[in-house]
C-alpha cells in the first residue's frame, strides 16, 4: 500500500495568542557583544541621547561611515550602557533581505518558544506583529546595505525605536536622525591600542602613536593590529609598522587568534567593494585611482575615469560617496580619502577581484594621466600658483608610491614639479623632483635623448639656485658635450648649453671662464644667427653681467647700453628683453657709483612694467625693488623706504612668505631702515629673514650667508661686537665648509670677519635684486 503522507504541525493552545497579547518578559535582550575596549565618541553618544530623548513615538536614528570606522561597536556601546529605558533590546543582522527576517524569526521565538516549529516567514511575520503591536523596544538594525531591505519593517512598527548602522550615508529619508561617524581623535586611538596591547601586562609600546597614524586612527585598524600585537610577544608597535611597510597585504588579513575573519580590514572592505562593484564597477576603477593621490584635499579635476563618460563619473563619485568610502567637499571642490582605504585599495593582491596587479596599475597610470592633464602649462605664472598649491601634495603622493619612475609622462610631471619648486625657492625639494626625472629618462630612453638634456639642465639650474655651482658644472659640462657630439656645435641648443655653464662658472666665482664662455657664445651667435636674432642680444646682455661680476661696470654698461638701443630697434620698447636690458644697464651703473644715470631707467622700467605686465607681475615688482634700492643708493631713504614698503606688502601678498623675491625685499627693507638709523627695525626685519632663509634654503646658502652677514653689520654698527662676529665665523666657517678656501663667497666671508676683529666699519655684500640671465 502506498500513498502521499501530508505533514501536520500542530501548536500548543498557549502559542495561537495573537502577537498582540503577548508581554516581553525580562531577559530578552540579544546584544551580540559589549565592546572590552571602548574610547572616546561622546558626542556621538550624547546626540543618540538626544535624539531619544525627542518627543514623539516613532524614531529612527542611523549611525553611518566607512566600513571599520565604529559603527556597530558604538551601537552596541549605547545600547548597552545608556539608560534608555528600552525593554527588550533585539540586534538585527540587517545586511540583506533574509538577515531582517532572520532576526524578525529570533524575535518571535524568543517571545513565544513554542513557535519554532513554524517556518521562517511565518516566524517574521508574527515578530512584525508583535513591534507593531507593542511600544516600548529597541532594535538595532546592523549594517543596512540597502534602506529598502528594511522599509517594510520601519513602516509597520512606528511604535519602538529603531537603530540603523550602515556605511550608506543618503537614502535614508527626512525622518531618519543621521548621526555620521568619524575617525578617533590621535589621543583616543593611543588610548585603544594601548589598552589592547596591555591587557595582559606591561608591554613595549614604542611607535604607538606612529602607527595610529599611519592606520588614520580608524577603529577597526586599530583594534586589529592591537590584538596582532597582543599575541605576539615578540612584536611591537615599531615592528608591526615595519611589517605593514613591507607586507602590507598579508598584515591587512592578520589579526588577533580570538578576532573573526569576517572583523580585518581587507574583509570589511571587500564586503563593500563587492556591493559597490555590484552596483558600479567604474566606482571602484575610480577609488583604485584616487588611492594615489595625497588623502585630503583631492581637487575634483583629478577624479577623472579614462573609460568613463561624465555622467559615469559623477555615478561614481556619488556611489563612493553612499558608501562613505570617499568624502567630497562641494564647497572646496575636493575630496577625501580615508588614508587606509587608499592603502589597501593600492596594495596587490591576488585573492581580491578588486586589487589584481594589473588592476592597480591601470589605477596609477590613470592618476598619473589626470595630474599631466591638470599642470600648468606655466611654473612661474602667479596666477597659476594656486592650482600647483593644491596639485604638489598629491603629485608628491603619487611619485613617491613608486620606487622608480615607471613611465615618462611621470618623469615629465617631475620636471615641472621641480621648475615650480625651484621658482618658489623651495631649492630641496626641487632637486629632489628633478633629480628623479633625470635618472627615470635615463632609464628609460638612454643618455641622448633630447629630453634628457632638458632635465639635466633644470636639475643643474636647481643647483646653482641652492648655492652649489660645483655640482651644476658637471652637469652642464656633459650637456654641453653631448649636445655638440648629438646636435652639433651650431645648434641653438648647443649654444644655449654653453651660455648656461658660464653663469654657472661665474655663480662659482670664476669669472674668467664665465667671460671666455660668454665671448664665444656672442660670436657663434653673431655668425650663426646675425646680430639682431634675441638669442644674440641674450648673449651680450650675459657678457656683460659677467663682466659687471667681474668688477669691470663700466665695460658692462658699454654692452648693455649697445643692447639697449638693439632691443629698441629690434624688438620695440615694450618686449620682456627691452625691458629687462634697461634693468640691467640701470644696475650698470649703479654698481660704478652712478645712482642719478640709474634712477631714470629704473623708474621708466618700473613704469613700462606696470603698463605691460600689470602692477603685480613679478618682473614689475623686481623693478619697483630695484628703484628703491638706486634712491638709497642716491641718499633718498625716506622715498626708498616707502617704495620697499610697498612693495614688501605685494610680494606677500602675490608671491607668498616664503618665496624668494619676498625675502630679497625684506632684506632690502631692512638695510634701508639700518640706512635711516632705525637699528630696531632693521634687526628684526634681518633676524626675521635669517631664520626664513635657514628653514627654505638650508644654513650655508648663499642668500642664507647674505642674510648672516648683514645681520651682523647692523649688530656691529649698534655696539653688539661680540655677537657679529659670532655670525661673521659661522659664515667663514659655512663657506669653508661648502665652497672651499679659494671661493670668492669664502674670501668675503674672510674678509667681513677680519674687519670685525679689526673693529672697523663693516660693508659687507647687501642682498639687492641682480640682474637678469637670460636662456
Known sequence: MSGIYNARTELPADALRPASEVDA????????????????????????????????????????????????????????????????????????????????????????????????????????????????????????????????????????????????GDGWGGNVALVRLDVLAPDESLDLISSIITRKGPRDLDGAAELCEELGHLPLAVEQAGAYIAQTPFTTPRTYLQLLTEHPAEMYEQAGATTPDERTVARVWTITLDHIAS?????????????????????????????????????????????????PDPATGTIAVHRLVQALARTPDPTSPHRSADLIERGRASATANINTALPQEWDDPTTWSLWRALIPHIEALTQRTDECPDLTTARILNQTGLYLKDQGLTTRAISALRRAQVSHERISGDDAPGIFTIRNNLASAYLDAGDPTRAIPLHQQNLEDRIRVLGPDHQNTLTTRNNLANAYQAAGDTTQAIALHRQNLEDRIRVLGPDHPHTLSSRNNLANAYQAAGEPARAATLHQQNLEDCNRVLGPDHAYTLSTRNNLANAYLDAGDPTRAIPLFEQAQKDCTRILGPDHPQTLAARNNLAAARRGADDSTRAISLLEQTLDD????????????????????????????????????????????????PDHPDTLTARNNLALVHRAVGNLEYAITLLLQNVTFCRERFGTDHSLTTRAEHAYALAWQKRAVSGPKLELGRASRD
Open 651 to 698: 610680494c606677500r601678498r602675490v608671491l607668498g612668505l616664503d618665496h624668494p623675491q619676498t625675502l630679497v625685499t625684506r632684506n632690502n627693507l631692512a638695510n634701508a631702515y639700518g640706512g635711516a638709523d632705525d637699528v630696531t627695525r632693521a634687526l628684526h626685519l634681518l633676524e626675521q629673514n635669517l631664520r626664513e632663509f635657514v628653514r627654505i634654503v638650508g
Open 279 to 327: 552596483r558600479q564597477p567604474l566606482a571602484v576603477d575610480l577609488l583604485r585611482i584616487l588611492a594615489w593621490y595625497a588623502p585630503e584635499a583631492i581637487p575634483a579635476s583629478l577624479a577623472n575615469l579614462p573609460e568613463g563618460t561624465p555622467v559615469q563619473t559623477n555615478q561614481a563619485l556619488g556611489l563612493l560617496t553612499a558608501y562613505s568610502m570617499v568624502t
Open 25 to 168: 518578559r525580562d531577559g530578552l535582550n540579544d546584544l551580540p557583544w559589549r565592546p572590552d575596549h571602548f574610547v572616546g565618541r561622546d558626542g556621538e553618544l550624547d546626540r543618540l541621547d538626544a535624539a531619544l530623548a525627542q518627543p514623539g513615538v516613532a524614531l529612527v536614528q542611523a549611525v553611518h561611515g566607512l566600513g571599520g570606522i565604529g559603527k556597530s561597536t558604538l551601537a552596541a556601546h549605547w545600547a548597552e550602557t545608556h539608560e534608555h529605558g528600552r525593554r527588550p533590546v533585539r540586534w538585527f543582522t540587517a545586511d540583506s533581505p533574509a538577515g531582517v527576517q532572520q532576526g524578525l524569526a529570533d524575535l518571535a521565538v524568543a517571545l513565544q518558544p513554542a513557535l519554532k516549529v513554524l517556518p521562517v516567514d511565518a516566524l517574521a511575520e508574527w515578530g512584525v506583529q508583535w513591534l507593531a503591536s507593542h511600544t516600548g523596544w529597541l532594535v538595532v538594525l546592523d549594517n543596512v546595505n540597502d534602506p529598502a531591505h528594511i522599509a517594510p519593517l520601519l513602516s509597520r512598527a512606528p511604535g519602538g525605536r529603531f537603530l540603523i548602522t550602515s556605511r550608506l
